[in-house]
Protein backbone atom coordinates (compact mmCIF):
# COMPACT_ATOMS: atom_id res chain seq x y z
CA UNK A 1 0.00 0.00 0.00
CA UNK A 2 1.41 3.39 -1.40
CA UNK A 3 1.07 5.83 2.12
CA UNK A 4 -0.46 9.36 1.94
CA UNK A 5 1.71 11.53 4.00
CA UNK A 6 0.96 11.23 7.41
CA UNK A 7 -0.94 14.18 8.96
CA UNK A 8 -1.15 14.42 12.53
CA UNK A 9 -4.96 14.78 13.60
CA UNK A 10 -5.66 18.30 15.65
CA UNK A 11 -4.97 17.41 19.70
CA UNK A 12 -5.43 20.49 21.03
CA UNK A 13 -9.39 19.82 21.52
CA UNK A 14 -8.43 17.00 24.02
CA UNK A 15 -6.91 19.48 26.14
CA UNK A 16 -9.22 19.11 28.71
CA UNK A 17 -7.15 20.85 31.75
CA UNK A 18 -5.39 24.15 32.24
CA UNK A 19 -1.84 24.44 30.77
CA UNK A 20 0.02 25.49 33.68
CA UNK A 21 3.89 26.29 33.74
CA UNK A 22 5.87 25.98 36.71
CA UNK A 23 7.56 29.74 37.25
CA UNK A 24 11.23 27.94 37.79
CA UNK A 25 11.17 27.07 34.56
CA UNK A 26 14.06 29.45 33.34
CA UNK A 27 16.22 28.40 36.10
CA UNK A 28 15.93 24.60 35.90
CA UNK A 29 15.54 24.92 31.84
CA UNK A 30 19.88 26.26 32.22
CA UNK A 31 20.71 23.91 34.70
CA UNK A 32 19.33 20.60 33.91
CA UNK A 33 20.78 21.13 30.55
CA UNK A 34 24.27 21.83 32.00
CA UNK A 35 23.88 18.21 34.30
CA UNK A 36 23.23 16.15 31.58
CA UNK A 37 25.91 17.76 28.94
CA UNK A 38 28.61 17.22 32.67
CA UNK A 39 28.34 13.68 32.10
CA UNK A 40 30.50 14.30 28.70
CA UNK A 41 28.23 11.87 26.41
CA UNK A 42 28.11 14.41 24.07
CA UNK A 43 31.44 15.75 23.58
CA UNK A 44 31.61 13.60 20.48
CA UNK A 45 28.51 14.86 18.67
CA UNK A 46 27.35 18.08 19.34
CA UNK A 47 24.59 17.53 16.70
CA UNK A 48 22.91 15.00 19.38
CA UNK A 49 23.74 17.50 22.18
CA UNK A 50 21.51 20.39 20.20
CA UNK A 51 18.76 18.07 19.40
CA UNK A 52 18.65 17.39 22.90
CA UNK A 53 18.54 20.69 23.86
CA UNK A 54 15.51 21.54 21.05
CA UNK A 55 13.28 18.90 22.67
CA UNK A 56 13.24 20.83 25.75
CA UNK A 57 12.47 18.34 28.45
CA UNK A 58 12.29 21.07 31.10
CA UNK A 59 9.12 22.21 29.51
CA UNK A 60 7.56 19.29 30.09
CA UNK A 61 8.43 18.58 33.71
CA UNK A 62 7.50 22.70 33.84
CA UNK A 63 4.27 22.16 32.26
CA UNK A 64 3.78 18.48 34.19
CA UNK A 65 4.32 19.54 37.37
CA UNK A 66 3.65 23.62 37.86
CA UNK A 67 3.61 23.19 41.37
CA UNK A 68 6.73 21.60 42.19
CA UNK A 69 9.25 23.33 44.53
CA UNK A 70 12.64 24.02 43.30
CA UNK A 71 14.63 20.76 44.14
CA UNK A 72 11.89 18.18 43.16
CA UNK A 73 11.85 20.11 39.63
CA UNK A 74 15.46 19.99 39.25
CA UNK A 75 15.43 16.38 40.25
CA UNK A 76 12.38 15.80 37.38
CA UNK A 77 13.84 17.58 34.72
CA UNK A 78 17.14 15.73 35.32
CA UNK A 79 15.54 12.39 35.19
CA UNK A 80 13.94 13.67 31.65
CA UNK A 81 16.80 14.59 30.21
CA UNK A 82 18.66 11.44 31.49
CA UNK A 83 16.02 9.08 30.25
CA UNK A 84 16.14 10.97 26.87
CA UNK A 85 20.39 10.05 26.62
CA UNK A 86 19.18 6.28 27.94
CA UNK A 87 16.45 5.96 24.73
CA UNK A 88 19.07 7.66 22.30
CA UNK A 89 21.50 4.66 23.28
CA UNK A 90 19.34 1.96 23.56
CA UNK A 91 17.65 2.21 20.09
CA UNK A 92 20.89 1.25 18.56
CA UNK A 93 21.49 -1.31 20.30
CA UNK A 94 21.16 -5.71 20.21
CA UNK A 95 18.35 -6.85 22.72
CA UNK A 96 21.35 -8.02 24.87
CA UNK A 97 23.45 -5.30 24.68
CA UNK A 98 20.01 -2.59 25.94
CA UNK A 99 19.78 -4.68 28.70
CA UNK A 100 23.19 -4.47 30.45
CA UNK A 101 22.41 -0.68 29.63
CA UNK A 102 18.96 -0.69 31.48
CA UNK A 103 20.25 -2.76 34.16
CA UNK A 104 22.71 0.22 34.65
CA UNK A 105 20.43 2.48 34.75
CA UNK A 106 18.21 0.87 37.63
CA UNK A 107 21.24 -0.28 39.78
CA UNK A 108 21.64 3.72 39.79
CA UNK A 109 19.17 4.35 40.68
CA UNK A 110 18.20 1.88 43.69
CA UNK A 111 22.33 2.79 44.69
CA UNK A 112 23.22 -0.83 44.11
CA UNK A 113 26.65 -1.37 42.54
CA UNK A 114 27.31 -1.21 38.87
CA UNK A 115 29.41 -1.26 35.77
CA UNK A 116 30.87 2.65 36.11
CA UNK A 117 29.43 3.17 32.68
CA UNK A 118 28.11 6.92 32.04
CA UNK A 119 25.06 5.73 31.85
CA UNK A 120 25.07 4.07 35.45
CA UNK A 121 27.23 7.32 37.00
CA UNK A 122 24.29 9.44 35.63
CA UNK A 123 21.59 7.40 37.34
CA UNK A 124 23.72 7.60 40.30
CA UNK A 125 24.00 10.62 40.97
CA UNK A 126 19.99 11.31 40.09
CA UNK A 127 19.26 8.36 42.35
CA UNK A 128 20.78 9.75 45.34
CA UNK A 129 19.04 12.65 45.19
CA UNK A 130 15.37 11.03 44.80
CA UNK A 131 16.17 9.03 47.56
CA UNK A 132 16.48 11.62 49.54
CA UNK A 133 12.84 13.17 49.14
CA UNK A 134 11.19 9.75 48.14
CA UNK A 135 8.61 8.28 50.81
CA UNK A 136 10.08 4.51 51.38
CA UNK A 137 6.75 3.49 49.50
CA UNK A 138 7.01 5.61 46.69
CA UNK A 139 10.24 4.80 45.98
CA UNK A 140 9.20 1.02 46.36
CA UNK A 141 6.59 2.09 43.37
CA UNK A 142 9.03 4.32 41.68
CA UNK A 143 11.90 1.60 41.32
CA UNK A 144 9.49 -1.68 40.26
CA UNK A 145 8.10 0.90 37.58
CA UNK A 146 11.66 1.73 36.67
CA UNK A 147 12.46 -2.26 36.58
CA UNK A 148 9.70 -2.90 34.58
CA UNK A 149 10.43 -0.34 32.04
CA UNK A 150 14.19 -1.64 31.70
CA UNK A 151 13.01 -4.71 31.04
CA UNK A 152 10.23 -4.27 28.27
CA UNK A 153 12.73 -1.73 26.66
CA UNK A 154 15.34 -4.31 26.05
CA UNK A 155 12.66 -6.35 24.85
CA UNK A 156 11.66 -3.30 22.41
CA UNK A 157 15.20 -3.62 20.82
CA UNK A 158 14.87 -7.20 20.17
CA UNK A 159 11.08 -6.61 18.48
CA UNK A 160 12.95 -4.04 16.47
CA UNK A 161 15.81 -6.17 15.11
CA UNK A 162 13.19 -8.45 14.27
CA UNK A 163 11.27 -5.54 12.13
CA UNK A 164 8.20 -7.06 14.50
CA UNK A 165 4.97 -5.59 14.63
CA UNK A 166 2.89 -6.39 17.86
CA UNK A 167 -1.31 -6.32 17.13
CA UNK A 168 -2.76 -3.71 18.88
CA UNK A 169 -4.12 -6.50 22.13
CA UNK A 170 -0.23 -7.07 22.96
CA UNK A 171 0.99 -3.21 21.77
CA UNK A 172 -1.18 -1.94 24.85
CA UNK A 173 0.31 -4.07 27.98
CA UNK A 174 4.09 -2.96 25.72
CA UNK A 175 3.37 0.08 25.73
CA UNK A 176 2.49 0.92 29.25
CA UNK A 177 5.98 -0.13 30.03
CA UNK A 178 8.02 1.10 27.51
CA UNK A 179 6.59 5.05 27.61
CA UNK A 180 7.91 5.33 31.15
CA UNK A 181 4.82 7.25 31.76
CA UNK A 182 3.89 5.53 35.12
CA UNK A 183 7.45 6.42 36.24
CA UNK A 184 6.47 9.96 35.41
CA UNK A 185 3.24 9.55 37.72
CA UNK A 186 4.83 7.79 40.47
CA UNK A 187 7.26 11.11 40.53
CA UNK A 188 4.08 13.05 41.34
CA UNK A 189 4.13 11.45 44.90
CA UNK A 190 8.24 12.94 45.00
CA UNK A 191 7.09 16.37 43.54
CA UNK A 192 3.94 16.57 46.27
CA UNK A 193 6.87 15.13 48.78
CA UNK A 194 4.05 12.61 50.65
CA UNK A 195 3.72 8.64 50.33
CA UNK A 196 0.40 7.50 49.43
CA UNK A 197 -0.67 4.58 51.63
CA UNK A 198 -1.52 1.00 50.62
CA UNK A 199 -5.03 1.25 50.81
CA UNK A 200 -5.29 3.71 47.99
CA UNK A 201 -2.70 2.06 45.52
CA UNK A 202 -4.05 -0.83 45.87
CA UNK A 203 -7.39 -0.17 44.99
CA UNK A 204 -8.60 -1.67 41.26
CA UNK A 205 -10.00 2.24 40.75
CA UNK A 206 -6.45 3.80 41.18
CA UNK A 207 -4.46 1.01 38.90
CA UNK A 208 -6.73 1.70 36.34
CA UNK A 209 -6.43 5.55 36.31
CA UNK A 210 -3.02 4.85 36.09
CA UNK A 211 -3.62 3.05 33.23
CA UNK A 212 -5.65 4.99 31.86
CA UNK A 213 -3.26 8.40 32.20
CA UNK A 214 -0.32 6.48 30.66
CA UNK A 215 -2.32 4.94 27.28
CA UNK A 216 -3.62 8.85 26.78
CA UNK A 217 0.27 9.84 27.32
CA UNK A 218 2.00 7.26 25.37
CA UNK A 219 -0.44 7.30 22.62
CA UNK A 220 -0.22 11.42 22.68
CA UNK A 221 3.11 11.09 22.43
CA UNK A 222 3.02 8.86 19.32
CA UNK A 223 0.86 10.52 17.19
CA UNK A 224 3.51 13.55 17.52
CA UNK A 225 6.43 11.76 17.10
CA UNK A 226 5.19 9.21 14.43
CA UNK A 227 6.63 11.64 11.19
CA UNK A 228 10.22 11.63 13.09
CA UNK A 229 10.08 7.89 13.82
CA UNK A 230 9.29 6.74 10.33
CA UNK A 231 11.52 8.79 8.73
CA UNK A 232 14.35 7.47 11.21
CA UNK A 233 13.15 4.00 10.14
CA UNK A 234 11.38 3.44 13.18
CA UNK A 235 7.74 3.23 14.98
CA UNK A 236 7.19 -0.13 15.28
CA UNK A 237 5.77 0.15 18.61
CA UNK A 238 3.84 3.33 17.97
CA UNK A 239 0.03 3.33 17.97
CA UNK A 240 -0.03 4.88 13.90
CA UNK A 241 2.23 2.12 13.10
CA UNK A 242 0.14 -0.34 15.17
CA UNK A 243 -3.07 0.04 13.99
CA UNK A 244 -2.49 0.65 9.97
CA UNK A 245 -0.93 -2.16 10.35
CA UNK A 246 -3.70 -4.16 11.80
CA UNK A 247 -6.71 -2.85 10.31
CA UNK A 248 -4.95 -2.44 6.65
CA UNK A 249 -5.55 1.52 6.61
CA UNK A 250 -3.50 4.54 5.57
CA UNK A 251 -1.96 5.99 8.58
CA UNK A 252 -3.54 9.40 8.31
CA UNK A 253 -7.16 6.75 8.74
CA UNK A 254 -5.12 5.46 11.47
CA UNK A 255 -3.71 8.80 13.43
CA UNK A 256 -7.43 9.50 13.38
CA UNK A 257 -8.70 6.14 15.47
CA UNK A 258 -6.00 6.71 17.52
CA UNK A 259 -7.70 10.32 18.24
CA UNK A 260 -10.54 8.58 19.05
CA UNK A 261 -9.31 6.19 21.33
CA UNK A 262 -7.56 9.03 23.10
CA UNK A 263 -11.32 10.51 23.54
CA UNK A 264 -12.66 7.42 25.31
CA UNK A 265 -9.56 7.12 27.51
CA UNK A 266 -10.24 10.88 28.08
CA UNK A 267 -13.44 10.50 29.08
CA UNK A 268 -12.58 6.93 31.10
CA UNK A 269 -10.57 9.43 33.04
CA UNK A 270 -13.00 11.64 33.98
CA UNK A 271 -15.46 9.28 35.10
CA UNK A 272 -12.95 7.30 37.11
CA UNK A 273 -11.71 10.46 38.61
CA UNK A 274 -15.51 11.07 39.91
CA UNK A 275 -15.65 7.95 41.30
CA UNK A 276 -12.29 8.20 43.23
CA UNK A 277 -13.45 11.80 44.54
CA UNK A 278 -16.82 10.55 45.60
CA UNK A 279 -15.55 7.72 47.32
CA UNK A 280 -12.88 9.61 49.05
CA UNK A 281 -15.62 11.80 51.13
CA UNK A 282 -15.79 8.24 53.31
CA UNK A 283 -12.21 8.34 54.48
CA UNK A 284 -11.50 9.69 58.13
CA UNK A 285 -7.88 10.34 57.21
CA UNK A 286 -8.36 14.43 55.81
CA UNK A 287 -4.38 14.34 54.43
CA UNK A 288 -4.81 10.77 52.62
CA UNK A 289 -8.03 12.25 51.14
CA UNK A 290 -5.96 15.98 50.23
CA UNK A 291 -2.56 13.14 49.10
CA UNK A 292 -5.21 11.85 46.30
CA UNK A 293 -6.80 15.14 45.27
CA UNK A 294 -3.03 16.10 44.74
CA UNK A 295 -2.23 13.04 43.09
CA UNK A 296 -5.12 13.49 40.46
CA UNK A 297 -4.56 17.50 40.04
CA UNK A 298 -1.04 15.70 38.64
CA UNK A 299 -2.28 13.20 36.65
CA UNK A 300 -4.69 16.19 34.85
CA UNK A 301 -1.06 18.41 34.44
CA UNK A 302 0.08 15.36 32.09
CA UNK A 303 -2.97 15.44 30.06
CA UNK A 304 -2.51 18.99 29.28
CA UNK A 305 1.23 19.15 29.45
CA UNK A 306 1.96 16.10 27.08
CA UNK A 307 -0.16 18.24 24.56
CA UNK A 308 1.34 21.41 25.19
CA UNK A 309 5.19 20.26 25.33
CA UNK A 310 4.39 17.96 21.85
CA UNK A 311 2.94 20.86 20.29
CA UNK A 312 5.99 23.60 21.01
CA UNK A 313 9.39 21.13 21.08
CA UNK A 314 11.59 21.16 18.48
CA UNK A 315 12.16 17.86 18.65
CA UNK A 316 8.93 16.31 16.75
Same mark, same amino acid.
Given at each position: ??????????????????????????????? !?????????????????????????????????????????????????????????????? !????????????????????????? *????????????? *???????????????????????????????????????? *???????????????????????????????????????????????????????????????????????????????????????????????????????????????????????????????????? !?????????????
Amino acid at each position: MVQAEFVSPNLDTLRAFPLLCNPLYDIVRAE !SSKWIESFGHYLENPQKRDFLRSANFELLGSYTYPTADYEALRAICDWFNAIFVLDEITDDQ !SGDDAAKTMQAHVDGLAGNPGDGST *VYKIFEDLGKRLR *VRFGPKAFHRFLASSEGYAKEVAREAQLRGEDKVLPFHDY *VPFRRQISGVQICLDLIEYAFNFDLPDEITDQTRFKEINNITTDFVAWTNDIYSYPMEHRKGGGNANIVTVLSNEKQIETIAAGETARSLLEARLSDFLRIKAELLRQSYNMEDRMVREQLRQYIFGMECWY !SGIIGWSSQSERY
